[in-house]
T-cell receptor, first 114, second 115 residues
């Protein structure tokens, strides 16, 4: 069984300050982990993914995430927030046992304060 | 470069009516899926397909039917609409999802209201 918990439903940061979106996961197998972003009235777009290679994963638009097995976490960070980062972010887990199903977190809405 | 195309973008139905949400992809992806998105619940998998002629149920399949007669198309049918099916529906495809390594490509969504 697999599950994912996004610890904050809403995060607000000032433009130019760091962003931290938290995600914990549970998986019976070695997981693959993803972060997706959804801008208003749009579909989801892949930000980055971890698939058992390097534990620090770099994605698009300056985002990165670190896979920490001991803490079962996959937090998303960005050094300096931009107004265009305002969106909803989803953490997603998939077991590596050939399971075709992804499990989505409930999402974190990121607001950027000018 | 169309990617994943969903139609219609908006639809209002009355309870008991049926309809089909269309999804087409032009990337020759084997894997296609339907999700529904509800406030505070993330995305939940309705049905998915790993290739033409093969479909399987996801987390919330009741009240929905799918078929996959071609690689490109994966329509979602609501048999008898209920207010609980008011939601935003997303179609997503991937070249390969086995092992969780495939990236999902999403359509822009179909907003359905059932009165």
């Amino acid at each position: 069984a697999q599950s994912v918990t996004q610890l904050d439903s809403h995060v607000s940061v000032s433009e130019g300050t760091p962003v931290l979106l938290r995600c914990n996961y549970s998986s019976s197998y070695s997981p693959s982990l993803f972060w997706y972003v959804q801008h208003p009235n749009k579909g989801l777009q892949l930000l980055l993914k971890y698939t058992s290679a390097a534990t620090l994963v770099k994605g698009i638009n300056g985002f990165e995430a670190e896979f920490k097995k001991s803490e079962t976490s996959f937090h998303l960070t960005k050094p300096s927030a931009h107004m265009s980062d305002a969106a909803e972010y989803f953490c997603v887990v998939s077991d590596s046992n050939g399971n075709e199903k992804l499990t989505f977190g409930t999402g974190t809405r990121l607001t950027i304060i000018p | 470069n169309a990617g994943v195309t969903q139609t219609p973008k908006f639809q209002v139905l009355k309870t008991g009516q049926s309809m089909t949400l269309q999804c087409a992809q032009d990337m020759n992806h084997e894997y296609m899926s339907w999700y529904r998105q509800d406030p505070g619940m993330g995305l939940r998998l309705i049905h998915y397909s790993v290739g033409a002629g093969i479909t399987d149920q996801g987390e919330v399949p009741n009240g929905y039917n799918v078929s996959r007669s071609t690689t490109e198309d994966f329509p979602l049918r609501l048999l008898s609409a209920a207010p609980s099916q008011t939601s935003v529906y997303f179609c997503a495809s991937s070249y390969k999802l086995a092992g969780g390594s495939g990236e999902l490509f999403f359509g822009e969504g179909s907003r359905l209201t059932v009165l």
